[in-house]
């Protein structure tokens, strides 16, 4: 296996070993510090984590699409190179997150792999078409920005690896919301037929976007376990409230309005509620039963696979190279 | 093994540094008895074509230090040097990129170790803070 | 004054005498992997203020001229920019995004400064003006074909606009100058990417070999059309402008020949196509690439985004 140095590898320990390993790992986490690839962790955290940092990556790629999808049609240059340039660093995102996974001992071909043969998840969001360009502003602000409100606590995720990852990427991401929030601000500024547009496209993604932070607490068996092991910080509902209040200022200012009205602050919880959302849908999204969900795992396979010769051709050329030095040295 | 930062638990034990002796990996010792560039060959896969691992490491400006930014995939280190400056400092985070192949780099075995890393606590007089008979003297 | 991002280094503001703070304070406590700045450079907002200033006013000549670079790279960064999230490798579709990035930029203050000339904004020319009336030469409108017909595409033109950057930088014309001193960097950094590709897939297996070859006779048609000289470039030389496009040649066939032998390769023997794309005739493909990136523009006359 490659890069064993750096990677977590599961250790075959005695039953004393093990629980005095559980027993740092226990303590690593009551101080809140961190885990590294080469500290023992249970099999259980490692396999979420596994999970969960995969799926993140995948759906910073599969994210990619949407959005890229407009790239051509992008209505000014410099909108043309704001959203060129954010689509690219999607795919950082999603590199930085499949080489976090890597140190838990996963290659990135077989996490891609997985993800083309449909067995692996990610954020089901990315299976709605993006249809006008608001969808470009919404998108940003709506999805980017719940992202944003997901992942600042998963800067201090309990594993180093992924927590550096975030780190960076939140960075990255500082820009991807307020581009988003821009373009519908220019939007509901222009023309009525613009408005309009910026409007639906706001319509269309905010439930979606309240269902990235995933099922409500009482549905969401694993949160738990994650919170204990530091990997979660804040529960899916409460995430989803603090978004909600951030969205209800937010709109105001870009002069449109969220397709609740059943927004509210809850004076007695001191939490933003919100209207009812279709779990049902959700759930069949996830399952591959979503507007796009074919044509997005289509798309990731054309790439891969049309990209096989290429990265064949690279490595072949290395070999071939370290060969030559080999010979010429002997 | 032993947590870091406990005094109940006795550093070290012999058991422990045979156990870490057999993890020094052969791709160690291979690299650094070759004066020579280490010469890395593709990992192999399932995949022909998949790419080795890299690290990247980047200096922010003239004066500091490389840092690790991060991973990449590259076939080579021409490569691996394009990709991470592509990818490590699009926002002006670099002057100057190392890359690495990740199974190059030789790993204290783990990161919070207690026998590989207390020693030097306690070792106060390592500090210009024990000496304080001496505070309040200018230029010292 | 301060310029964004030069701000947290620390080595500026460490004083001497006081040694406890230059220990702290220099160094490495400062070495991190992720600080961001924008970095001062050039813009293409720059040149917009400066025309809409009157700070720079091309002569018509100069305009026509930054109008043909400016829709060369223009063209060309609508092709790349389909290949991000396409692309063979995580790593080359950032690889491929930063190279569209650099030729947008380039087009964005080519056709701001051509657009001095006739009061018009980037984007009244990219989105507002027909087929015939772009200036782009036909290797720019290419498909991306595989990608080695991509790298094929860009090699040509990576080691085609260095050669022009570089010489335009001393061009009497300040802005047209300046935009080739950013420029030439940029591509620069793009004739490498484009080497490495060449060396890598035409020494890498059978099939990239052959698709590599392909590649290269696939494009070098329209390598021709990059030198022909006209009575704008003429008069542009002249006056210390710009170069005769001809005079690139030799330097062009130099390189790309020194990488062709080196991946063991041939110039391609093939016969070079008419051209025409600096008077507004075009190969068939440009129609459609423009019909994609004007739609939306287009459907909203007067529309600010
Ligand atoms: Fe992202
Ligand atoms: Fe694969
Ligand atoms: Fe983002």
Known sequence: MAAQNLQSVPAELSPEEEAEAQAHFDRVMAEDSRIEPKDWMPAAYRKTLLRQISQHAHSEIIGMQPEANWISRAPSLKRKAILMAKVQDEAGHGLYLYSAAETLGQTRDKMMDDLIAGKARYSSIFNYPALTWADMGAIGWLVDGAAICNQVPLCRASYGPYGRAMVRICKEESFHQRQGFEILLELSNGTPEQKQMAQDAVNRWYAPALMMFGPPDDDSPNSKQSMAWNIKRFSNDELRSRFVGMMVEQVRVLGLTLPDDQVRFNEDTRKWEHGPLDWHEFQEVLAGRGPCNAQRLERRRAAHDDGAWVREAAAAYAAKQSKKTKEYAA | ?140 | ?305
């Open chain 3, 1 to 305: 004054m301060s310029t964004p991002g030069t701000n947290t280094d620390a080595t500026e503001t460490t004083g001497h005498g006081d040694i406890s703070t230059g220990v702290a304070g220099s160094g490495d406590s400062n070495a991190s992997a992720t600080r961001i700045t924008p970095g001062n450079a050039l813009r293409p907002e720059d040149i917009a203020l400066e025309v809409r200033t009157g700070l720079a006013e091309p002569t018509e000549d100069v305009a026509e001229y930054a109008l043909r670079l400016g829709d060369d790279a223009l063209i060309l960064a609508q092709r790349l920019g389909h290949w991000i999230s396409r692309a063979p490798e995580l790593e080359e579709d950032v690889a491929l995004g930063n190279i569209a990035l650099d030729q947008l930029g380039h087009a964005r203050s080519f056709l701001s400064y051509a657009g001095g000339a006739w009061d018009k904004t980037e984007d009244d020319l990219a989105y507002f003006r027909r087929e015939h009336e772009f200036r782009s030469v036909q290797l720019f409108e290419q498909p991306n074909g595989d990608f080695a017909v991509t790298i094929a595409r860009q090699f040509i033109v990576s080691y085609y606009q260095f050669e022009l950057y570089r010489r335009l930088t001393e061009s009497k014309d300040a802005t047209l100058a300046a935009i080739a001193a950013k420029a030439v960097k940029e591509v620069d950094y793009h004739r490498d990417h484009s080497a490495q590709w060449i060396l890598r897939l035409a020494g890498g297996t059978e099939e990239s070999r052959t698709r590599m070859i392909h590649g290269l006779r696939l494009m070098w048609p329209y390598v021709n059309e990059l030198f022909q000289d006209d009575d704008l470039t003429n008069r542009l030389a002249e006056a210390g402008a710009a170069v005769a496009p001809s005079t690139l040649r030799e330097d062009f066939d130099r390189l790309t020949g020194d990488v062709l032998k080196e991946a063991e390769l041939e110039v391609p023997d093939v016969p070079a196509a008419p051209g025409g794309g600096r008077f507004g005739k075009h190969s068939e493909h440009l129609g459609y690439i423009l019909a994609e990136m004007q739609v939306l523009a287009r459907e909203y006359p007067g529309a600010k985004w």
């Open chain 2, 1 to 140: 093994m032993s947590p870091h930062g406990n005094p109940e638990v006795p550093a070290s034990s012999a058991t422990e540094i045979n156990r870490d002796a057999q993890k020094v990996s052969p791709a160690v010792v291979s690299t650094s008895s070759t004066n020579d560039r280490p010469v890395v060959e593709p990992v192999e896969t399932h995949d022909r074509g998949a790419w080795g691992l890299w690290e990247v490491f980047v200096r922010s400006s003239r004066g500091l230090s490389h840092v690790h930014a991060g991973s990449l995939h590259a076939p080579d280190a021409a490569m691996a040097l394009r990709n991470a400056r592509d990818l490590y400092t699009r926002r002006n985070e670099g002057v100057s990129i190392w890359v690495v192949p990740a199974e190059a780099i030789a790993a204290s075995d783990p990161d919070a170790k207690g026998s590989f890393f207390e020693s030097p606590q306690g070792k106060d007089y390592r500090h210009a803070t024990y000496y304080t008979k001496s505070e309040g003297v200018k230029h010292l």
